[in-house]
Structure formats: C-alpha cells, structure tokens
C-alpha cells in the first residue's frame, strides 16, 4: 500500500496460494478511491489538474498470462469492487491478434473456393460474433484442426490500418478500456 501510495517500484514474491492478487489490487483500488474522492465531500482526493492533468487517474495492470487476465477481469476485479463499494469499471485489452478482424472475415467469407473445414468455421464465426462474443479468439471454442485458418483471420497491424468501423472486436477493446480509465 505505502509503494502504490509513495508512487515507488517494488517487486514482491511470495508462493502459490498467498493472495498476491488481492493484495496488490486492494492498495490499488484504495488509492484509486482516495485520489478520485471529491474535494467538496470531505475526501481527501486531489483535484484534477493536480494529477498529471487526467481527469480521472486509474491503473494499469499487465498479467502474465491471459488466464490470468481473464480471471482478473472477469472475477477478482468485480468481486472487489463491489466488495469495496467502488464505481469503477475494468476492461481487458490484449494484443491485436488476440482478436478477430472483421475485414479479413469478410475476405474469407468471399471467397469463391471454401473447404468443409474452413466452411464449418466461417459459419461459426458470424453466428459467435452474432451472439455476444466481444472477438476475443481466446474464447472462441475451435478444433484444432481450424486453428490453421484462425492464423489468417486475426487482427494485425497490416490489417488494422484500413478502417473496419463499429465491429472491429480489437477496436472495440480499445474503446472499452478508453471508457474504463475515463469512467467512475
């Protein structure tokens, strides 16, 4: 709490188990409160100008594995905040090709010459779009034997400067952890 507090660097190990995860997000969380708490309501925050010049501080949590990000995103970070009572919203952003590009979907689906293979997975990923899914290919239930064509339908920096509007799944990521750092 006193290193997240201070603004210094430590680096902490401890074993499997220990709720590492809880206690660098509680002191997080905390702080994040403190310093967004209005000043006209008895908090103790700063006012904005004095922070850096954002208008809402927030944090930035880099896992080691997507497991662990999804369990931060998904379970950890909302359990605490609404176990502490906080209005803050959290998003997940990975790296482009972690997404669907809708471009390159459009492209596939296009294409005058399609195998059983590719066509069992060109109709599923409309329908998986369709239903919710946020593109992340993560949590896209594939054989193995499709992974090949995923390789070619992910978002890449090629890719992504052409613009695919509203349905882009790694804009749409982008916007959302945007709004998450702007958002109380």
Known sequence: EETIKEEKISLIEAGAGTNKTYAYLIPI?????????????????????????????????????????????DHDIPKLLAALKLPYKAASLKERRNYLCTSRLQQALDRAIIS?????????????????????????????????????????ALSCRTVCGRECPYHRARQAAQQARSEE
């Open 29 to 73: 969380l905390l702080n994040l409160a403190r310093v967004n708490a209005p000043l006209d309501k008895g908090g103790v925050g700063l006012p904005a100008d004095v922070v850096g010049g954002i208008s809402s501080p927030g944090a930035l949590i880099s896992a080691h594995t997507q497991n662990l990000q999804d369990q931060l995103i």
């Open 116 to 156: 059983s293979e590719e066509a069992w997975l060109l109709i599923k990923l409309p329908v998986w779009l369709n239903q919710g899914a946020v593109g992340d290919l993560e949590h896209l239930n594939t054989s193995h034997q499709a992974n090949h064509l995923l390789k070619h339908l992910h978002a890449d």
